[in-house]
């Protein structure tokens, strides 16, 4: 960790950070929403990353997204991590395009409040170890002044 010119350790935020749609959204949140759009229509429905793989929902029976298939983005911090995607051949309309689009911007904000609360999260707990550690320092100084100081009172009272 780094520190400054006094020694203290600086907190180091991640803010810049790369990271992946995975490392911000556990598969059991997104399965949950994919399953409840796959009950009111969306069948087939997936998210993918940004090369095309698919990361959750679908099917080992359905095949590999392709481009001209219906997507649409999941930004994280406003950059795409990734889309939903609805295969080729399931059926579309206005019904499947509009829950397409809730889907995807259901996934983006739920992406964006995990990054919010992991970043807060970090950002707590260095403060808190930093808070700590420097109770200790404290502490140990405190302590080597109480025993200075009863030293000193030893040797008064014997010199009195």
């Not at 995990?114 to 999260?121: D, E, F, G, I, V």
């Not at 420097?134 to 009272?157: D, G, V």
Request: one cysteine or more; hydrophobic letters at 35%.
């Amino acid at each position: 960790m780094p520190t400054d010119s006094e020694g203290h350790k600086q907190i180091v935020y991640c803010v810049g950070e790369d990271r992946a749609l995975r490392d911000v959204l556990p598969e059991s949140e997104a399965a949950a929403l994919l399953a409840a759009a796959s009950r009111a229509g969306l069948r087939g429905v997936r998210v993918v990353d940004p090369g095309g793989n698919a990361l959750w929902g679908g099917g080992d029976d359905l095949p590999r997204p392709g481009e001209e298939d219906p997507r649409r983005p999941i930004l994280l911090e406003g950059e795409p991590a990734g889309s939903v995607v609805l295969p080729a051949g399931a059926t579309r309309g206005e019904t499947q395009e509009a829950l397409l689009v809730l889907l995807a911007e259901t996934l983006t904000a739920m992406t964006h409040n995990n990054l919010k609360r992991m970043l807060t999260t970090e950002t707590h707990t260095e403060v808190v170890n930093r808070s700590y550690e420097e109770l200790l320092a404290t502490n140990r100084s405190l302590s080597a002044s109480e025993q200075r100081y009863r030293e000193l009172a030893e040797t008064l009272e014997i010199k009195v």
